[in-house]
Nanobody, 129 residues
Framework: QVQLVESGGGLVQAGGSLRLSCAAS????????MGWFRQAPGKEREFVAA????????TYGDSVKGRFTISRDNAKNTVYLQMNTLKPEDTALYYC??????????????????????WGQGTQVTVSS
């Protein structure tokens, strides 16, 4: 089991930026597909972004495309989510997740939560208007 710890959340005004980090345990981080999801109160969990093993492929949810950027540093066992031009509707608890299946394929694109094996506890992002 992979331990995932998110950080970087907080309160920001609309139009501002935040960078979330997710630190993973283990020595095989470079083999994992990593994703970010979010969940606002009273709403279903929503896919935000995912990245493949070496950062060569990424995919984004429609609501964040063009504003958010996912990246990773395998030397630091960390995945990042750069969030720009934040909107009040981005307010949510943000989770990172790991798909640790050996030999997994990128396709279909890993946008479903059921694809992921391990989850962090989340970091809160609140965007004020």
């Amino acid at each position: 089991q992979v331990q995932l710890v998110e950080s970087g959340g907080g309160l920001v005004q609309a139009g501002g930026s935040l960078r979330l980090s997710c630190a993973a345990s283990g020595r095989t981080f470079s083999r994992y597909i990593m994703g970010w999801f979010r969940q606002a109160p009273g709403k279903e969990r929503e896919f935000v972004a995912a990245i493949d093993w070496n950062g060569g492929r990424t995919t984004y949810g429609d609501s964040v495309k063009g504003r958010f950027t996912i990246s990773r540093d395998n030397a630091k066992n960390t995945v990042y989510l750069q969030m720009n031009t934040l909107k009040p509707e981005d307010t949510a608890l943000y989770y990172c997740a790991a798909d640790t299946t050996v030999g997994q394929s990128w396709y279909p694109a890993p946008r479903s939560g059921s694809r992921y094996d391990d989850w962090g506890q989340g970091t809160q992002v609140t965007v004020s208007s």
